[in-house]
Nanobody, 118 residues
Framework: QVYLVESGGGLVQAGGSLTLSCVVS????????MGWYRQAPGQQRELVAA???????NYTDSVKGRFTISRDNAKNSMYLQMNSLRPEDTAVYYC????????????WGRGTQVTVSS
């Protein structure tokens, strides 16, 4: 059983920054695809950013140029640096990983709340 634990959420004013962290219970050397989702109240879960083991990254349009996803295999960790935060970024952010090699994100953390005040 692989566990993913997010941290780093909180309350921040618009224009501020936060860095989310995701620690995986085992090695992520063999995990190709990892990513961050978010879900705002009353809305569907949205893929925010994804990263492969080779360093390829992809972002949803609304966060391009503001958010940066990264991973550190030595620390079994993934990060989401969020700058220029907006009230519409308010959501629960979830870490996810393709722990079974299926080509899509199948394992999830419990989420961390990010609230951006105007």
């Amino acid at each position: 059983q692989v566990y993913l634990v997010e941290s780093g959420g909180g309350l921040v004013q618009a224009g501020g920054s936060l860095t989310l962290s995701c620690v995986v219970s085992g090695s992520i050397d063999s995990i190709n695809l990892m990513g961050w989702y978010r879900q705002a109240p009353g809305q569907q879960r949205e893929l925010v950013a994804a990263i492969t083991s080779g360093g390829y990254t992809n972002y949803t349009d609304s966060v391009k140029g503001r958010f940066t996803i990264s991973r550190d295999n030595a620390k079994n960790s993934m990060y989401l640096q969020m700058n220029s935060l907006r009230p519409e970024d308010t959501a629960v952010y979830y870490c996810a990983a393709d722990t079974k090699g299926l080509g899509y994100l199948v394992s999830w953390g419990r989420g961390t709340q990010v609230t951006v005040s105007s």
